[in-house]
């Protein structure tokens, strides 16, 4: 395997083949004539003693050992790209670089703010922040693989052992047209919710496996009309007179007025949501890294937070 550790080169080679289906327009991209890159590849299957490439009547595909070969390369090479980053950024005077993954809500709720608050800061000024959106559980799996120093996810998940810090809390409400029958309610328990159609998210968030589990412990089906992948595009559902929808109060309320949408809270335990940033090691992190989570955690920048 020490071949295939130091030869990068023929790394990027099998997964633009992977990428492309076909040795000849992996060749075109890297500048290579085919022959040389199917000795590459030759010699990379060699050394690791199995076929990693397959040929189909559709192009090149690789096989069971390419798979998980593929999924290695992706990550050696992204994690090259962003040693890449790192550097770049001391060579254009910024003295610490952060990458944070964290939830869409959040994002779109206070965190954008809040980063842009800490960056404004004179003492922060050499220090850049790059935000990734991901899935609350995608967040813990990134922190937990090296992906991110930092990642911001709603604390009912399994963070898997990572250390925490609460953050803010936010508040679900149902939203819908006026002319809905719920619209009269001053408030709402999930379980009544499943008589309607309702605005689904995608079957990768932490609260889509909420639903789907109280909705089964009920008896009931969780009838969707449409799925999305954002809250944004959940309410512009809500507004069309879709189905009902829940949303976090902190993103709904923001143009509900204009649009004429009702918000009728969740009684539910969970319809209160608590943010954490977590991270591996505290005493492990970069100094911008521990500015960074500092301000976020601090009580002025989470008067929400427990």
């Known amino acids: 395997m020490s071949k295939v550790h130091h030869d990068l080169t023929t790394l990027r080679l099998f997964v633009a083949v992977c990428e492309t289906g076909s040795l000849r327009r992996a060749g075109e991209q890297a500048n ?7 000795k590459r590849l030759a010699q990379l299957e060699d050394a690791l003693g199995t076929p990693v490439l397959a040929r189909r009547r559709h192009g090149m595909v690789p096989t069971q050992a390419g798979e998980t070969l593929l999924e290695h390369a992706r990550a050696v090479l992204e994690r090259l790209e962003r040693i890449d980053r790192d550097m770049a950024g001391y060579a254009r005077g910024t003295h610490g670089l952060v990458h944070m993954l964290c939830s869409a809500s959040m994002l779109q709720e206070s965190l954008a703010q809040d980063v842009a608050d800490f960056l404004g800061l004179e003492a922060h000024r050499d220090i850049q922040v790059d935000l990734e959106e991901q899935a ?14 930092l990642g911001l996810c709603w604390d ?3 963070l898997k052992g990572l ?6 809390q ?6 819908m047209h006026p002319s809905h029958p719920l619209s009269r309610q001053r408030s709402l328990a999930f379980a009544q919710t499943l008589d309607y159609q309702q605005v689904g998210l995608t079957a990768t968030t932490a609260l889509h496996s909420l639903w789907r589990r109280i909705a089964a412990q009920e008896g009931k089906p969780l009838v969707h009309r449409v799925v999305v992948s954002s809250f944004n595009a959940m309410l512009r559902a809500v507004r069309a007179n879709l189905a009902i929808g829940i949303v976090p109060m902190e993103i709904a309320q923001i143009d509900a007025g204009a649009t004429g949408l009702c918000l009728v ?9 608590q943010f954490v940033v977590c991270f ?18 601090q009580p002025q920048a989470a008067p929400g937070a427990r």
């Open 163 to 168: 250390a925490s810090r609460p953050y803010r």
């Open 136 to 149: 609350s559980r995608a967040v813990v799996q990134g922190v937990l693989q090296g992906t991110a120093s």
């Open 32 to 38: 290579l004539v085919g022959s040389a890159l199917s």
């Open 170 to 175: 936010d508040h679900l409400v149902v939203a």
């Open 156 to 158: 009912a998940i399994d």
């Open 280 to 297: 591996r090691d505290e005493g492990a992190l970069l100094p911008a890294s521990q500015l960074l989570l500092a301000h976020l955690t």
């Open 265 to 273: 809270p969740l009684t539910d335990d969970w319809a209160t949501r």
